[in-house]
């Protein structure tokens, strides 16, 4: 059945440009060798759920049965169609020819990849490149780097290898010294970079190797550690090494009034719960932290400490697309309970243009369905619908990242 006033709210939100505040965006060499659409599902994120074509029609056919109602697919699949222009719905029947359209598209413009997201929607893109953290993909144009930490904490000694295969003294040219000298020269590293303009936002990604409590300094133990071989360091050493580092950064990122994105939820499951971080966002009000992924599925308490905390900013970024409903009813709880709407942000958090598309898609979905509710229910004018759209469709991300 149409419901027409939820096809004015959609469409105005269609008009509106996309700013998204975070992308995993693949270099320019990635897609050199051409893609297929087994190549697109193998670099997204519905090859999470473990169903992955590999060019075979009995590999696709298990796939399509799997995840064909999966809120991933759902939305990539629309993202590939708007990209390439297809009208036919990606099944079983259409692969090959939809495969032969994406393998023609790369083909034909080695810049397609980026400038596909440019021609869909997106006005800016915050980029993190975790295999080198900071980098804009050589596409200035359309994406701002953030700076992922993450390597950072794990440098503890010459040898030692942080995420990514990166070991930071390599990585960073640092020739030794002591833990002061290895501060300095993480904040001169990212000093630099932001005085030239290239840092929007420090990030850290923890949440995947470690709990997110970073409990105040042990600088004792910090010191005891660093310079230790990685086969000579205990596991809680490691972890009190982080935590100062971390803590370092949290003062980093207040000198340089940079938004800290910090990775909750959907991680190590057990302890990702944003309720962990807490202690870090009172410790610290300075600092503005954005709560990526709303916490999922732990959104409610995103919204408390959105709620209780003026230096909290709740991000949807990827929860459009791990569970379109869940985060409706989070964009709700934000816009009811967070200290100020202006404080709200969004992104796709994808690796190539189709998904990040669909992710788009997905959010225009959400916030024109969560909006078109308000007003139906006398909470919100159309005004007002409005307004608040522009603030998260582009606005807000615009402020918060001041690019």
């Known amino acids: 059945m149409k419901d027409d006033l939820f096809e004015r709210i959609h469409e105005y939100v269609g008009s509106l440009p996309v700013f998204s505040d975070h992308e995993h965006h693949l270099a ?110 050589g596409h200035p144009e359309i994406f701002t780097p953030t700076f992922r930490i993450d390597q950072f904490i794990y ?108 990775h909750t939820g959907l991680a190590r499951i057990r302890t990702s719960n944003p309720m962990n971080f807490e202690p870090i966002i009172e410790r610290y009000p300075d600092v503005r932290f954005v709560m990526f992924h709303a916490g999922y599925p732990w959104t409610h308490e995103v919204a408390g400490l959105a709620h209780n905390y003026r230096n909290v900013l709740p991000s949807l970024t990827w929860t459009a697309t791990i569970c379109t409903s869940a985060a409706i009813r989070a964009l709700h709880d934000f816009i009811d309970a967070a200290c100020s709407v202006n404080s709200i942000t969004w992104g796709s958090d994808c690796w190539v243009a189709e998904e990040s598309v669909g992710a788009m898609l997905a959010w225009r979905f959400i916030v024109a369905k969560v909006l078109t509710e308000r007003v139906r229910d006398g909470r919100m004018s159309i005004p007002n619908a409005e307004s608040l759209a522009r603030k998260l469709m582009n606005e807000n991300n615009r402020s918060v990242y001041r690019c």
């Open 155 to 262: 440098g503890h000694h010459a040898e030692a290898v942080g995420p990514n295969e990166i070991v930071p003294w390599q990585h960073y040219g640092f020739a030794g010294g002591s833990l002061d000298d290895y501060v300095d020269m993480m904040f001169a590293t990212v000093r630099k970079r932001h005085a030239a303009g290239r840092v929007a936002a420090l990030k850290c990604a923890e949440a995947y190797n470690r709990t997110v409590d970073f409990l105040p300094d042990d600088a004792d133990a910090a010191r005891r550690c660093f310079g230790k071989h990685p086969s000579e360091a205990e596991p809680h050493e490691r972890i009190l090494f982080g935590n100062y580092v971390f803590n370092r950064c949290c003062e980093l990122a207040g000198e340089l009034a940079l938004p800290f994105q910090v």
């Open 28 to 137: 320019d060499d990635a897609f050199a060798g051409g893609m297929t659409l087994d190549g697109l599902f193998a670099n997204s994120y519905v090859a999470w759920t473990g169903f992955v074509p590999d060019g075979t029609t009995a590999s696709r056919e298990t796939f399509l049965d799997n995840v064909r109602f999966n809120s991933y697919f759902t939305w990539m699949e629309r993202g590939i169609r708007q990209v390439h222009g297809l009208k036919q719905q990606v099944d079983l029947a259409s692969w090959d020819e939809t495969s032969e359209v994406v393998a023609r598209a790369y083909a034909r413009d080695p810049d397609f990849h980026w400038r596909a997201l440019a021609e869909n929607g997106y006005e800016r893109l915050i980029l993190d490149t975790y295999w080198n953290p900071g980098d804009d993909g």
